[in-house]
């Protein structure tokens, strides 16, 4: 159980062109799911909290107008970068929040979406 | 400011030995802590958990230990495995949400 899905799983665009990521829950569902950025040798900063039926809770220094989250169900939530950007070159993962027992909680992983900006 | 840390980049470590991978926080309002693993390319596979309340948590090969006082957490994998041979990261909660700060990971090799 508990897994998570990523599409597509590599893109190359060129600059100014936008790009959209999926991610999904395959089996359960997610109220809460999160968008990591991971550059090089280097660990996952929390770019977004994806929230269902609400707006994204994006972290200091994230521009929300750049990376634009939609969270239209409990199993899909996507990430669109616009006007994209070589500097917007990346390893982009997604992950949804399961909740286990005695108030604790795990964030599952999907495969990470390889984003190449010419 | 890294809140999480993990001050050792790589450890190599023979197959069937003890492999202990460290994890230093500063931040006292961590509440809940996740060891990750992850391959090149793929996205973080969930080991193992730990709550605040508690010091210690096993699931076969893998065991965390949680030092609140000295803000230190451990994951011991025996016996070690070519397998196990990926990139680890600790993540920490802040208490009262659902956001985790993540480490900056140790390569761990075993060596067969």
């Known amino acids: 159980g508990a897994v998570v899905s990523q599409h597509p799983s590599r893109v190359i665009c060129k600059s100014g062109t936008s790009v959209k990521i999926e991610c999904r829950s395959l089996d359960f569902q997610a109220t809460t799911m999160f968008w990591y950025r991971q550059f090089p040798k280097k660990s996952l900063m929390l770019m977004a909290t994806s929230n269902e039926g609400s707006k994204a809770t994006y972290e200091q220094g994230v521009e929300k107008d750049k990376f634009l989250i939609n969270h239209a169900s409990l199993t899909l939530s996507t990430l669109t970068v616009t006007s994209a950007h070589p500097e917007d070159s990346s390893f982009y993962i997604c992950?949804?929040?399961?909740?286990?027992?005695?108030?604790?909680?795990?964030?599952?992983f999907g495969p990470g979406t390889r984003l190449t900006v010419l | 400011d890294q809140q999480v840390k993990q001050n050792s980049p790589s450890l190599s470590v023979q197959e069937g030995r003890i492999s202990i991978l460290n994890c230093d926080y500063t931040?006292?309002?961590?509440?809940?802590f996740l060891w990750y693993k992850k391959y090149p390319a793929e996205g973080p596979t969930f080991l193992i958990s730990i709550s605040s309340i508690k010091d210690k948590n096993e699931d076969g090969r893998f065991t965390v230990f949680l030092n609140k006082s000295a803000k230190h957490l451990s994951l011991h994998i025996v016996p070690s495995q070519p397998g196990d041979s990926a990139v680890y990261f600790c993540a920490a909660r802040f208490s009262g949400t659902y956001k985790y700060i993540f480490g900056t990971g140790t390569r761990l090799k075993v060596l067969a």
């Open positions: 931040n006292s309002m961590f509440d809940y």
């Open positions: 992950s949804a929040r399961v909740a286990s027992g005695g108030g604790g909680d795990t964030q599952y």
